[in-house]
T-cell receptor, first 118, second 113 residues
Framework: AQKITQTQPGMFVQEKEAVTLDCTYD???????LFWYKQPSSGEMIFLIY??????QNATEGRYSLNFQKARKSANLVISASQLGDSAMYFC???????????????FGSGTRLSIRP | NAGVTQTPKFQVLKTGQSMTLQCAQD?????MSWYRQDPGMGLRLIHY???????DQGEVPNGYNVSRSTTEDFPLRLLSAAPSQTSVYFC????????????FGPGTRLTVT
């Protein structure tokens, strides 16, 4: 069965420091995609970054990068030069291809609450 | 484009009542899904659909029904509400496969007493 695990319920980081949020996944599919979303206290879900299982390069989007280690089944989010506005919940998600219908579902981890200290 | 819209924003139900949460998108996305988010937790997939007439169960489907008669709409029905269904419900849509991220609605906060 597919599963996403985020082992850090909460993290505190000093402003301007870099932070790594951990995500490990489990799937038997060869083709899959990994996403990170941010959920501020207002509740909306904001897409940050995507990594495909066949992408050779790690994904980057501005201050966000994804440290993809396929053999370890990990897809950690790295935020460089953290800002106060980065305080939020962060969710790792995976898109997999299921069996008979080739339907593609997206499941989420339990999230990490990141707090940035001034 | 309005994106993904959900109604209502808030709802209070009594145990045993039924209701339908509405979700619509105007981006011509094939894939739509419903999640529930309990306090301090992640999103759990309830049901999803890869196109009109095609739906499938997610991680926590019990107590919920869905149908997809059009590309735009994907309503979620609670058959007989229970306090355990108190949660925030998110609808999301995306293009079918690949690197296309999901666009989320604003959520419906449901309380069952």
């Amino acid at each position: 069965a597919q599963k996403i695990t985020q082992t850090q319920p909460g993290m505190f980081v000093q402003e301007k420091e870099a932070v790594t949020l951990d995500c490990t996944y489990d799937t038997s599919d060869q083709s899959y995609g990994l996403f990170w979303y941010k959920q501020p206290s207002s509740g909306e879900m904001i897409f940050l970054i995507y990594q495909g299982s066949y992408d050779e390069q790690n994904a980057t989007e501005g201050r966000y990068s994804l440290n993809f280690q396929k053999a370890r089944k990990s897809a950690n989010l790295v935020i460089s030069a953290s800002q106060l506005g980065d305080s939020a919940m962060y969710f790792c998600a995976m898109r997999t291809i299921t069996g008979y219908s080739s339907a593609s579902k997206i499941i989420f981890g339990s999230g990490t609450r990141l707090s940035i200290r001034p | 484009n309005a994106g993904v819209t959900q109604t209502p924003k808030f709802q209070v139900l009594k145990t045993g009542q039924s209701m339908t949460l509405q979700c619509a998108q105007d981006m011509n996305h094939e894939y739509m899904s419903w999640y529930r988010q309990d306090p301090g937790m992640g999103l759990r997939l309830i049901h999803y659909s890869v196109g009109a007439g095609i739906t499938d169960q997610g991680e926590v489907p019990n107590g919920y029904n869905v149908s997809r008669s059009t590309t735009e709409d994907f309503p979620l029905r609670l058959l007989s509400a229970a306090p355990s269904q108190t949660s925030v419900y998110f609808c999301a849509s995306s293009l079918y496969r690949g690197r296309n991220e999901q666009y989320f609605g604003p959520g419906t906060r449901l309380t069952v007493t």
